[in-house]
């Protein structure tokens, strides 16, 4: 089975802290992405990646960064943690357009509860 | 404008007591229809994706159909381990995914 794990379930942080949330897949997925989902709005697309080096904005990028060193490894980071930021973080991979096998659909990590006070 | 709608946002039903929740779309050039299941503070469980009008899929008590304009998740005797949230999304030729807010089920024993 797929797997993608989320390097914390809970966090809590401080307003200003800087926020490193790890995520890592092992199916050799060339797509990764990071979601953020909040009661009545549903999942939205903060950044993703198809590649290795390669990143691109989603819907709500702002107050965020990533990055992605390894194929099998993509990091969010909240570069100063604001209390608009507390959040469930979801991050799911996929393989590439184009691949037969598993199609595109998203598998997802468990997700990281994140509160900032 | 690309959009995911689900209806309705809460159902509760009782134990055996089928029911269906809707997915509406308006996707331009839809390359695939997903369902999913959620459960509170977990992320989501990919359940079923469609491909094209009339295409159905089933697993256990649940069936997802789909046509040009939604698609449907029928839940036949659901039992209280069927509660959880049932999320739809919709991706596109650009590859975009879509996602609708949910319908969160509750199933009473």
């Known amino acids: 089975d797929v797997k993608v794990t989320q390097s914390s379930r809970y966090l809590v942080k401080r307003t200003g802290e800087k926020v490193f949330l790890e995520c890592v897949q092992d199916m050799d997925h060339e797509n990764m992405f990071w979601y953020r989902q909040d009661p009545g709005l549903g999942l939205r697309l903060i950044y993703f990646?198809?590649?290795?080096?390669?990143?691109e904005k989603g819907d709500i990028p702002e107050g965020y960064s990533v990055s992605r060193e390894k194929k099998e490894r993509f990091s969010l980071i909240l570069e100063s943690a604001s209390t608009n930021q507390t959040s469930m973080y979801l991050c799911?991979?996929?393989?590439?357009?184009?691949?037969?096998?598993?199609?595109?659909?998203?598998?997802f990590g468990s997700g990281t509860q994140l509160s900032v006070l | 404008e690309d959009q995911v709608t689900q209806s309705p946002e809460a159902l509760r039903l009782q134990e055996g007591e089928s029911s269906s929740l809707n997915c509406s779309y308006t996707?331009?050039?839809?390359?695939?229809l997903f369902w999913y299941r959620q459960d509170p503070g977990k992320g989501p469980e990919f359940l079923f994706t469609?491909?094209?009008a009339g295409e159905e899929k089933e697993k256990e008590r649940l069936k997802a159909t789909l046509t040009k304009k939604e698609s449907f998740l029928h839940i036949t005797a659901p039992k209280p381990e069927d509660s959880a949230t049932y999320l739809c999304?919709?991706?596109?030729?650009?590859?975009?995914?879509?996602f609708g807010t949910g319908t969160s089920l509750t199933v009473i024993p």
């Open positions: 990646s198809y590649d290795v080096k390669m990143k």
């Open positions: 999304a919709a991706s596109n030729t650009g590859n975009q995914f879509y």
């Open positions: 799911a991979s996929s393989f590439h357009r184009g691949r037969i096998e598993g199609g595109e659909k998203l598998f």
């Open positions: 996707v331009s050039g839809l390359r695939g």
């Open positions: 469609l491909y094209s």
